[in-house]
């Protein structure tokens, strides 16, 4: 995985660089017109802010019940990459709402559980940071309840009918618009694996580098 | 008695005040406006939304990939200073 990182960086950074004009190459929407170009980055960063928040739990589930001190590192990179994505995720969105919708925010499930979660992700890593000993098995407790958020969220649009189109919409899409999508998503899964891998990496020198540090006091 | 009468005219008055500046306020318009009666010069154009956006998501990314960059060379600096301490 480690030797991929690399290679990923680059072939993300090259795709996401041709982005712009294959997105100015697909047809506009017949109702929304330029704005609804957003999607094409919106929709990626939404779908790996859930994903975060999915390794995340999974990997707190291993710190939490098998004392797997490893996954730790993944669990905290992911809650950064989670807060990462999030961000973009909160900040198009309302973007696009404001022309689309005419305002840039409203309380509906799906926008509420995902700012609720992005929160989750800020308070697990402020804990990391802040907490001291013990931290990471409290902030395990916090990505676990951060994970069971996930479902409600994907499948609020359906059950409350809001201001924010349903999950069958990316199915339906003509060819057209599909193939950017696809294409950004790409890019944007294989950026997000090189940052989770270098992230985690860095996380696990620098528990090295701590019980370099302990092992040196010790002596 | 008379004291009576007063307060009962003060509390008709208190309870008539939010009913008539109720009565006083613009109705609020019964459906959305359409976007398309709305004046030119009160529309925000779609390209600056968008540039927004997508200035947004390069700035977040670059800064990201930045940030672990440093993060990385201190540790390693740091890595490689106590293994070498270690020797």
Redesign the interface.
């Known amino acids: 995985m480690r030797k991929l990182t690399i290679p990923f960086l680059a072939v993300s950074a090259v795709m996401l660089v041709a982005a712009p004009w294959i997105i100015n190459a697909a047809p506009y929407e017949s109702t929304m017109g330029l704005v609804q170009k957003v999607f094409y980055f919106h929709f990626p960063s939404a779908i790996l802010f859930l994903l975060a928040s999915m390794i995340c739990g999974i990997n707190s589930v291993r710190v939490l019940f098998f004392r797997n001190l490893r996954a730790d590192g993944w669990a905290l990179a992911a809650a950064e990459l989670g807060l990462l994505f999030g961000a973009i995720t909160l900040v198009t969105g309302p973007l696009w709402a404001r022309k689309a919708w005419g305002v840039w925010w409203v309380w509906d499930p799906r926008l509420t559980s995902s700012l609720m979660l992005w929160m989750i992700f800020g308070a697990y890593l402020l804990l990391r940071k802040y907490g001291g000993p013990g931290s990471e098995r409290l902030g395990a407790g916090m990505a676990l309840f951060g994970m069971l958020n996930v479902p409600f969220i994907y499948y609020s649009v359906n059950v409350w009918r809001t201001l924010h189109p349903m999950t069958s919409v990316v199915p339906t899409l003509p060819t057209d618009m599909g193939r950017p999508l696809w294409f950004c998503f790409t890019a944007f899964t294989l950026l997000f694996l090189a940052l989770l891998n270098l992230r985690a990496g860095l996380e696990h020198q620098r528990v090295r580098v701590e019980a370099l540090y302990l092992a040196e006091d010790e002596a | 008695m008379r004291f009576l009468r007063v307060c009962a005219v003060i509390a008709v008055l208190f309870a008539a005040a939010p009913i008539s500046m109720a009565a006083m306020q613009p109705q609020p318009p019964k459906e959305?406006v359409p976007?398309d009666t709305i004046p030119q010069d009160e529309q925000?154009p779609?390209?600056n939304?968008?540039a927004?956006?997508?200035g947004?998501?390069w700035f977040?990314?670059l800064g990201?990939?930045f940030s672990?960059a440093r993060?990385?060379k201190t540790?390693?600096t740091?890595?490689a200073a106590?293994?070498s301490?270690?020797r």
């Open positions: 959305f976007a925000i779609a390209i939304l968008v927004a956006a997508y947004f998501v977040a990314v990201y990939v672990i993060r990385l540790v390693e740091e890595l106590l293994e301490r270690k």
